[in-house]
């Protein structure tokens, strides 16, 4: 599968993707390098400790400290499911920067540590939009990992699949390729993949 074929279909998602406006600010204001990845059970023993505290506050009549405190530990718990590290790769890769935004996956040193299992998909996601312009082996790998981990959004995992089928047409594996793109059909709901499922299927009867 060319480059021309992908990128049109990368687009379509990068730009649905939605990242909150207190993130953009942080990524635009915050140096990279001062940005570290911790295990994400700490995120969750942080919650617990500012929470416990902010009981403490409300017991002894602190009311907004209390509230303050509680605020602050949803979210450490909000990080737990939305990795931050993930939302600015995606910040980056809506702005076309692939460059920046290998930078900022390249922060998550064990993913298998520092994420949670859906998260650690949408980390071999991203890695496979990257690798895919230059690396199609490498690429495969990373997509059917993807896959296997868990992606939450459809028309993630559609793109995901509609990638494979790309790389296994490349391969001349006929079979193959028309299933995935059988079931990235029936994934994509929206149809914002229907020229290049259409393309691909007549790169198919040629083989």
Request: hydrophobic share 45%; proline share 2%; no cysteine.
């Amino acid at each position: 599968m060319d480059l021309q074929q992908k990128v049109p279909a990368n687009k379509s998602r990068l730009k649905a993707k939605s990242i909150p406006f207190h993130l953009e600010v942080f990524v635009t204001f915050v140096p990279l390098n001062t940005i570290r990845m911790f295990h994400k059970n700490i995120k969750l023993a942080l919650a617990v400790l500012i929470f416990g505290w902010a009981v403490y506050q409300f017991i002894e009549g602190f009311i907004g400290n209390g509230i303050m405190y509680v605020l602050l530990s949803s979210i450490f718990v909000l990080l737990y499911f939305k990795n931050e590290i993930i939302l600015l790769a995606f910040f980056r890769l809506r702005k076309q920067d692939f460059v920046g935004a290998d930078k900022w996956l390249n922060k998550i040193k064990s993913p298998e540590a520092s994420l949670t299992r859906k998260q650690q998909g949408y980390f071999y996601y991203l890695k496979g939009l990257m690798v895919s312009q230059t690396n199609m082996n490498e690429a495969e790998k990373l997509f059917k990992r993807a896959i296997s981990l868990g992606l939450s959004m459809k028309h993630d995992l559609a793109l995901a699949k509609l990638n494979l089928a790309g790389i296994a047409l490349t391969k001349r594996r006929k079979r193959e390729a028309t299933q995935l793109l059988a079931e990235t059909k029936k994934l994509d709901k929206q149809n914002m993949l229907t020229e290049q499922i259409k393309m691909m299927q007549q790169q198919l009867k040629r083989i």
